[in-house]
């Protein structure tokens, strides 16, 4: 049966290898008896997400989302079905942190003056779709500004 409810976890445990925290919201899209498809929001890396079966009673029912919400939420999962969703392997864990130096693993970036193997600081503490804002401005011996913030996908960088 449909839900559509937003809810949170109610104690920390791992559910599929994903871990989950209490507190964690969210939405209850279908129940049958104590199963529940859960929709989760991964808060480190926005724009991903995962649907978990859960047993009800690691829940805490919260609010009912309006029928607008329902109905877009609807054509949401409709359209996640016809892509072959999966879940995600690293969800809901923090691969890289503000203030973490990395270094650029590819010349992609050098149009904005950002070269293979120059280092930077993250600038922002999540991702959205996998891409991390970070700071690599630096000054040259003639004092002329290089680089700049620029956004950039995970798997471009590493940590060091």
Do not use: H, P, R
Request: net charge negative.
């Amino acid at each position: 049966m449909k839900e559509f409810i937003i809810a949170e976890i109610k104690n920390d445990f791992e559910n599929n290898k994903i871990k989950l925290n209490k507190g964690q919201l969210g939405i209850i899209i279908e129940q049958n008896n104590d199963l529940c498809k859960f929709l989760l929001l991964n808060n480190k890396n926005l724009g991903e997400y995962a649907i978990i079966d859960i047993n009800i009673n690691n829940l805490i029912k919260k609010y009912e989302l309006t029928k607008d919400l329902q109905n877009e939420l609807t054509t949401f999962l409709a359209n996640l079905k016809q892509n072959n969703f999966t879940n995600f392997n690293d969800f809901n864990s923090q691969i890289i942190k503000e203030n973490d130096c990395v270094e650029i693993l590819t010349d992609k970036y050098n149009n904005l003056d950002i070269n293979k193997k120059d280092v930077g600081i993250v600038i922002s503490n999540y991702a959205i779709n996998n891409k991390v804002e970070v700071d690599f401005t630096k000054v040259d011996n003639d004092g002329k500004l290089l680089g700049s913030i620029v956004v950039v996908d995970i798997k471009d960088i590493k940590l060091i």
